[in-house]
Nanobody
Framework: QVQLVESGGGLVQAGGSLRLSCAASGSIFSINSMGWYRQAPGKQRELVATIRSGGTTNYADSVKGRFTISRDNAKNTVYLQMNVLKPEDTAVYYC???????????????WGQGTQVTVSS
């Protein structure tokens, strides 16, 4: 199976920074897109940022210019550098990866357990 383990969440004041990490492990042949999503209380899960294996990135409008997604393909790890954090960024952040477990496998979507980010005003 495939496991995604997030780290780096916590409590920070508005204007501060946090860096999230997500490492994929297990049976992995290749990883296509990796990304971060978030879910605030009472709201639907929403896309924050994604990055393809070749490095192409995509961001939600609400985080453009403040968040940066990157990945280390050798370590099967994706990062999210979050700067100028705002109270509205408070949410549980989930890592997602599209993984092929072996050469002729289908591409499956896998999720981490989530990490809490709380931004105080």
């Amino acid at each position: 199976q495939v496991q995604l383990v997030e780290s780096g969440g916590g409590l920070v004041q508005a204007g501060g920074s946090l860096r999230l990490s997500c490492a994929a492990s297990g049976s992995i042949f290749s990883i296509n897109s990796m990304g971060w999503y978030r879910q605030a209380p009472g709201k639907q899960r929403e896309l924050v940022a994604t990055i393809r294996s070749g490095g192409t990135t995509n961001y939600a409008d609400s985080v453009k210019g403040r968040f940066t997604i990157s990945r280390d393909n050798a370590k099967n790890t994706v990062y999210l550098q979050m700067n100028v954090l705002k109270p509205e960024d408070t949410a549980v952040y989930y890592c997602n990866a599209y993984v092929r477990r072996y050469s002729n496998d289908y591409v499956g979507s896998y999720w981490g357990q989530g990490t809490q980010v709380t931004v105080s005003s």
